[in-house]
Structures are given as structure tokens and as C-alpha cells.
């Protein structure tokens, strides 16, 4: 029974270049959540998926950041043009229908712009 | 805007000592509220969560909390503390957004347990 998996655990990147973080939820799981979380705060919303449609993207700071869940399983958040304030750990999470809230975080991506 | 605000940043406790930690929300309609726990080297977990009903919520691993409307508040209890329990604890209210309760989280409580 694997979890939610995300990948990399660790990516640097210097500033200006695009990232690519990436999300595979638990089987099945309808929703899929994305949060931001700065070191020694709480996690903030970013986007939440059901299946394949992006249903709330309020929290992503600038058009910067994109995310996206063509097949309605895997989800990546793109980063582009990375800014120092972008350093944080991603985290995504998946729950199943009737439970619609997070339920179950992946590890997270440590992400350091340089 | 919901807010969850927890004003304790750090709680010192003795392993088997009785716990509580505060937390307080701020949302216009009836709330949704959360507790979940990160532990080191792990990803959130969900503890409870509250959406109706009993105002007294049990929860994963011993944990209890009450909902107390006059008071804004949803403070999470143990009755007795393990070693295990180290973590940090957040708080949450959640808002309703495509049929999910999308958690706004607090800025956490780290619990710390002397043996």
C-alpha cells in the first residue's frame, strides 16, 4: 500500500530557472491537494484538484506557478522564473471520495533557489 | 477570511502529564476545523476533524477535542503524554470550495516531552 509519493525529496535550482515538482497520489484518490509550507510555518493552500479539473487555484502566489493533473492521477506544480521567496518544502496530499479534505501528505519537495 | 490562530508556539510537557493545546478560528459560517500533527522526518497526519454533530471529536492515536463555539475555540487534548508524541501540531479551519473543505492552517505548536 503505497502512500503519496512525491519526487524529488530535494531539488536546488538557481534563481530563474523552472522547476518541476511532482505529485503521484494515492490510487483512486479523487482529490489532490497542493500546499506550500516555509520553514516554521504552517502549510499554506496553493491548488486542489478533482480528477483532472483544477476546482480552486486561489493560493498559487503569482502566475508563476502552475500546476496540472492531465489524467486526473499524477499532478505536477511548475515553477518558472524561480524567485529566493519560492524556497520551501512542497507538499501534496490525496484523499478519496467521501472524505474530501487532505488526508493523507506526501513527504514533501525541499526546494532552495540559489 | 477564516484564520486559525494557536497561540502557543512551544508546549513542554512530562512523559505521562495531561495535554492540551489552544487553539482558536476565526470563519463567518460554521466552521470546519482540523487538527493534524507533523512529525520529524514525516508528512502530516491527520488527528480529527470536526464538521457537525458532537462538539467532543475523538481522534487518532488518544487525542480528543472539543468544540466550544462561544469561545471560538477547538483545543486538542491527551490525557497522557508519550515520548512519542513529540511533534508539531497544527490547527485548521477549513473553507467550503468544490465540494472539498479546502484546511487553512495555523503556524503550529511544537510539543516537547521530557521523559
Known amino acids: 500500500g503505497a502512500g503519496v509519493s512525491q519526487s524529488p525529496r530535494y531539488k536546488v535550482a538557481k534563481r530563474g530557472q523552472d522547476v518541476a515538482l511532482r505529485c503521484d497520489p494515492i490510487?483512486?484518490?479523487?482529490?489532490l491537494f497542493w500546499y506550500q509550507q516555509a520553514l516554521g510555518q504552517g502549510p499554506e493552500f496553493l491548488t486542489y484538484f478533482q480528477n483532472e479539473a483544477q476546482l480552486d487555484k486561489s493560493g498559487l502566489p503569482s502566475d508563476r506557478f502552475f500546476a496540472e493533473r492531465p489524467e486526473g492521477s499524477v499532478s505536477t506544480l511548475k515553477i518558472q522564473r524561480t524567485q529566493q521567496e519560492d524556497s520551501a518544502v512542497y507538499l501534496c496530499a490525496s484523499s478519496s471520495w467521501p472524505d474530501n479534505q487532505p488526508q493523507h501528505f506526501g513527504d514533501g519537495t525541499r526546494l532552495s533557489i540559489l | 477570511a477564516q484564520s486559525v490562530t494557536q497561540p502557543d508556539i512551544h508546549i513542554t510537557v512530562s512523559e505521562g502529564a495531561s495535554l492540551e493545546l489552544r487553539c482558536n478560528y476565526s470563519y463567518g459560517a460554521t466552521p470546519y476545523l482540523f487538527w493534524y500533527v507533523q512529525s520529524p522526518g514525516q508528512g502530516l497526519q491527520l488527528l480529527l476533524k470536526y464538521f457537525s454533530g458532537d462538539t467532543l471529536v475523538q481522534g487518532i492515536k488518544g487525542f480528543e477535542a472539543e468544540f466550544k463555539r462561544s469561545q471560538s475555540s477547538f483545543n486538542l487534548r491527551k490525557p497522557s503524554v508519550h515520548w512519542s508524541d513529540a511533534a508539531e501540531y497544527f490547527c485548521?479551519?477549513?473553507?467550503?470550495?468544490?465540494?472539498?473543505?479546502?484546511?487553512?492552517f495555523g503556524r503550529g505548536t511544537s510539543l516537547i516531552v521530557h521523559p
Open positions: 485548521a479551519v477549513g473553507y467550503a470550495s468544490g465540494g472539498s473543505y479546502i484546511p487553512t
Open positions: 490510487s483512486g484518490h479523487v482529490s
